[in-house]
């Protein structure tokens, strides 16, 4: 389903630590920006029933099923650089994104978008 790279599990996973409470990582996708499409990252306390369920380098993934097509392939890396870092997603699904890279389309869903 979906691909988190080593960095950035240590990474969400520090991120974890200042959570209060048992949290799992919430990926997903809604629709917003210049493309359609915007990725989600957070922490959630609980799953949903229809919720697909994963575990990846030790962390407790959880996807809602509308997101889960769009997400299929997808890899959710940590970079730093000079300027600090930040998280990079691949999504093999995306057939065209925004300048800035924040939202994206895919050939089976449009999204919603808005004005940049």
Known sequence: MITITEAAA??????????EGDVMLRVGVKGGGCSGLSYGMGFDAEANDDDKQFTI??????????SAPILNGVVIDYK??????????????????????????????AGTPEDC
């Open 10 to 19: 240590e990474r969400i996973k520090v991120m974890m630590a200042e959570e």
């Open 57 to 66: 380098h030790g962390l407790n993934v959880v996807v809602d099923t509308e």
């Open 80 to 109: 730093e650089n000079m300027m600090g870092g930040g998280f990079t997603i691949d999504n093999p699904n995306a057939i065209a994104s925004c300048g800035c890279g924040t939202s994206f389309r895919t050939a089976a869903n």
